[in-house]
């Protein structure tokens, strides 16, 4: 079946703009997690979502950076004004449920460059 | 955030056992993990530990976790040239996640 997807697979934006980066979790997870990944560091957690719900906001960098999850499906993570710091690969994975054996499936990450 | 680490390159011959090692600051820790991540690829769960086990064994995969040292070591028995990849420790703290810089381990034929 489809696993998880991601998209734009590549992003280059301008110092100062916002981005929008999607993940289609693999059908029926209810939990949804995002990561980021920078160049020479391990994967960093951001947030994790329980259906629609993100019971955890703390791991997000910064005011800047937001994300939903509509119809417990698609999720968006948002980066306003965006900074060169920001530039890694942010990835996104689904699990059936949020139990911390369920195994998570990663999508292939969407690689943002600010310039 | 907590601070999880790994040696970030190692060399083994097709055929040698491999040992990726990884230690931890936080005691807490629930579950560990180990990831694998191929090029171009996501990544992968390859096995977890609770933190009151002290080894897991899963074919060719043996995880050892010294909770008093905060140290934890994922050993592949028979390397192949399929095995090489980077290789991430991962540690489950409340709700956060931290996961470790990878491993790139190569594989020599």
């Known amino acids: 079946g489809a696993g998880v997807s991601q998209s734009p697979s590549n992003k280059v934006t301008e110092k100062g703009k916002d981005v929008e980066l999607r993940c289609d979790p693999i059908?029926?997870?209810?939990?949804l997690y995002w990561y980021r990944q920078s160049l020479g560091q391990g994967l960093e957690f951001l947030i994790y979502f329980q259906g629609n719900s993100a019971p955890d906001k703390s791991g997000l960098p910064s005011d800047r950076f937001s994300a939903e999850r509509t119809g417990g499906s698609v999720s968006t993570l948002t980066i306003q004004r965006t900074q060169q710091e920001d530039s890694a690969v942010y990835l996104c994975?689904?699990?059936?449920?949020?139990?911390?054996?369920?195994?998570?499936?990663f999508g292939p990450g969407t690689r943002l460059t600010v310039l | 955030g907590e601070d999880v680490e790994q040696s970030l390159f190692l060399s083994v011959r097709e055929g040698d056992s491999s040992v990726i090692n990884c230690t931890y600051t936080d005691s807490s820790s629930t579950y560990l993990y180990w990831y694998k991540q191929e090029p171009g690829a996501g990544l992968q769960l390859l096995t977890y530990?609770?933190?009151?086990?002290d080894m897991k064994q899963d074919q060719r995969l043996t995880v050892l976790l010294n909770k008093k040292d905060k140290h934890l070591s994922l050993r592949i028995a028979d390397t192949q040239t399929g095995d090489s990849a980077i290789y991430f420790c991962a540690e489950l703290t409340g709700n956060q996640f931290y996961f470790g810089t990878g491993t790139s381990l190569t594989v020599i034929p």
């Open positions: 530990i609770f933190s009151n086990m």
């Open positions: 994975a689904s699990s059936p449920t949020s139990g911390v054996t369920d195994t998570q499936y």
């Open positions: 059908s029926g997870h209810t939990a």
